[in-house]
């Protein structure tokens, strides 16, 4: 599993010096990042990347709710090779009919991906897990309906604070999760409370024990109280000391 950092942690820094922001990620020692809001950066990131030797294997991108073939020309000219739609709504998940439409919506997708030498992807929030569907999540219910193709990042903290097993959830979902995020925190809803890796509630090594077949473990902080760029620092560390960090 290679390690890598979800943009959207350092947004406010990528704002005001997007070069500067990565070439202090690569300082960190990052090898890798995860995008956000691909197709708006797409002009800044790719001289960034590129200067930097920075790579991103992995991005979120609105798909079902946007340009999907701005989305995937950006991750053409990127690099990128897998394209995760980043959320659908809370009140699309309380009802079968319409976590059927997402999963015939992103079925469909997963073809114009293939057609590229891509694949798409799911990242999930809370409400995916705190819905119900048939005795199971409304995740895993989605993970039922959908085409091979289609993959999975479980936000292993989110998934936790919606009541999850995060474990069990990664045992269900098997080889279709191919990225975790990673971020810790007392498991509540307010972003401030999350802290670095290994400072939490969360049981981070049995999350990673029970994903072998990941490719990537992204870090990522919605809001931090401190200086976002020791708080990834300290994550990255931590992953190190375990082992798994690449």
């Known amino acids: 599993m290679v390690t890598s950092v979800q943009l959207y942690s ?42 930097t030797g920075l790579l ?91 085409d091979p193709r289609v993959v999975l990042e479980v936000d292993t903290y989110w998934a936790a604070t919606g009541g999850a097993d995060v474990p069990a959830l990664l045992g269900s979902l098997g080889e279709r ?10 498991l509540t809803l307010d972003p401030l409370a999350q802290v670095p890796a290994g400072q939490g509630a969360m049981d981070i090594p049995a999350a990673l024990a029970a994903a072998p077949s990941a490719e990537f473990e992204v870090i990522e902080f919605d809001a931090y109280a401190g200086d976002i760029f020791e708080g990834l620092a300290a994550s990255l560390a931590y992953l190190r000391d375990l082992g798994s960090a690449g």
């Open 56 to 146: 991103a294997p992995t991005t979120h991108a609105s798909l079902i709710n946007g340009d999907a073939a701005a989305v995937f020309d950006a991750a053409e000219r990127l690099g990128v090779s897998t394209v995760i739609d980043p959320m659908v709504p809370e009140d699309r998940w309380a009802d079968a009919d319409a976590i059927t439409e997402t999963a015939v919506a992103l079925n469909r997708l997963a073809q114009d991906a293939a057609d590229r030498g891509m694949r798409v992807g799911y990242h999930n929030h809370w409400w995916e897990l705190q819905h119900q569907i048939e005795g199971v999540s409304a995740l895993e219910h989605l993970a039922g309906l959908l």
């Open 177 to 186: 999760v191919v990225a975790l995020h990673i971020k810790d925190g007392p």
């Open 10 to 51: 350092v947004r406010e820094a990528l704002a005001s010096d997007l070069p500067g922001t990565l070439r202090r990620l690569a300082d960190l020692g990052f090898e890798r990042v995860e995008p956000f809001a691909l197709v708006d950066l797409a002009d800044a990131l790719a001289p960034a990347l590129a200067e």
